[in-house]
């Protein structure tokens, strides 16, 4: 597992939050709450697939206003709604009682594992390139694809997912292989933040890689 939380029982809990992102004056980044409420999901729902599970249950935390709840819940659907899975339960709370100068607002899961993520060999692709801020709005089609991503799972294109993070690509090969990256990918710094999770490792099943390569098309990349 990457950052989730083993819970026992085969459940899992994973979490991504978002700061001074928004519509509010003094926010750092510009962008519509629904859209960081589908990126804070992105992220923890890519968590979950990484744990080899599948969310049950969705807490929102939402530090920025009552007004943005409905917008954050949207891009929550919207997330879950790309990957053609259906909602599961969704609680959380919303601070109303103190005005805050900035945005802010995370994305709690907690799933149930459905995959097993023993060791079934394969090769380590990059999908996607990495993109933080302002570039994520900019170049919406340089980020992994979720219902690409889970279709290739459920067809058992690829047996594990693994997601970068603000540390760079290279920082999550080495910490995902115990090894630098030295065979580096057209267009993406290993070194550069992949923000909410734009660019994503996938482990292809052996003597898929031509399919796979198929099936996700651009920016995606043999890496090593």
């Known amino acids: 597992m990457r950052n ?22 003094s926010d750092a980044v510009r962008a519509p709450d629904d859209l960081v409420g589908y ?36 891009g929550i659907r919207r997330a879950f709604s790309e990957s053609a899975l259906g909602i599961p339960p969704v609680s959380g709370s919303s601070e109303t009682n103190m005005a805050m100068l900035q945005s802010a607002m995370a994305v709690t899961m907690i799933g149930r594992k459905f995959r097993d993520l023993k060791e079934s060999g394969g090769t380590w692709f990059l999908y996607g390139r990495p993109l933080v801020g302002q570039a994520v709005i900019r170049e919406p089609e340089k980020c992994a694809d979720l219902g690409k991503v889970k279709r290739a799972l459920d067809g058992e294109l690829i047996n594990a997912v693994w ?18 990256m030295t065979r580096l990918t057209e267009g993406a710094d ?12 996938v482990r292809v099943v052996p003597g898929k890689e031509a399919e796979a390569s198929g099936h996700f098309g651009n920016y995606f990349d043999e890496v090593g």
């Open 39 to 74: 990126f804070s999901a992105r992220v923890t729902l890519l968590e979950q697939w990484a744990a080899g599970a599948e969310p049950i249950a969705v807490i929102l935390h939402n530090f920025t206003g009552g007004a943005s709840w409905d917008d954050y819940l949207s």
């Open 163 to 180: 997601p970068a993070g603000s540390g760079g690509i290279g920082a999550e090969w080495e910490r995902l292989t115990g090894r630098p």
């Open 4 to 25: 989730a939380l083993d819970l026992g029982g085969g459940l899992v809990a994973t979490t991504d939050n978002s700061g001074g992102i928004g519509m509010k004056e």
């Open 190 to 201: 290993p070194a550069a933040s992949a923000g909410p999770a734009t660019a994503v490792f």
